[in-house]
């Protein structure tokens, strides 16, 4: 069973009764925390050297996606930040190479970043992705320790395979 995990949704949204993550939170974690988290966290942001200018970039990308709902946050019990996703909507992949392209009733669920320091932090964000983005039907991802393949997956059957 999954432990009681903070999920922190932005601007105040609480799901509501009919969704799998009722009951959860809604803390406020900004942009610095969420880029801090992704620079010690993945590969490709551990060996960037952030100047000032691609910093604010970085950080008004964060804000941008976080004022859409799109970035999902999770903090253990202790209130320490475990994982955090940024997804976003689109109607095809093409759409992918612009960081800013949203397609509210597209069909894929592109994650830009994913980081997930357990596997039951992983289920909560992928909770959270089934429910933002109620029209999709695939996801779809790069993974890093793969190079960067993009993989693309049935949602339905991606979320029955990790149990969520």
């Not at 992704?38 to 604010?56: F, P, Q």
């Not at 209130?79 to 093409?94: C, Q, T, Y």
């Not at 289920?123 to 190079?147: C, Q, V």
Request: with cysteine.
């Amino acid at each position: 069973m999954d432990k009681a995990y903070d999920i922190s949704i932005t601007n105040d949204a609480q799901p509501d009764d009919h969704n799998p993550l009722r009951g959860c939170t809604s803390s406020q974690i900004d942009a610095v925390t969420i880029a801090a988290f992704l620079k010690r966290n993945l590969d490709c942001m551990t060996r960037w050297k952030c100047g000032k200018r691609s910093r604010e970039r970085l950080l008004m990308w964060i804000t941008w996606h976080l004022a859409r709902l799109n970035v999902c946050c999770v903090q253990d019990p202790s209130g320490k930040l475990i994982a955090v996703g940024i997804a976003r909507p689109l109607k095809d992949l093409e759409e992918s190479r612009f960081p800013h392209m949203v397609n509210e009733a597209g069909k894929f669920v592109f994650c830009d970043h994913v980081v997930a320091k357990t596997n039951e932090s992983l289920k909560a964000l992928l909770r959270y992705a089934a429910w933002r983005f109620p029209h999709a039907e695939y996801i779809s991802f790069h993974r890093s320790k793969n190079g960067s393949a993009l993989k693309t997956y049935e949602l339905k059957k991606f979320l029955q395979k990790a149990k969520v």
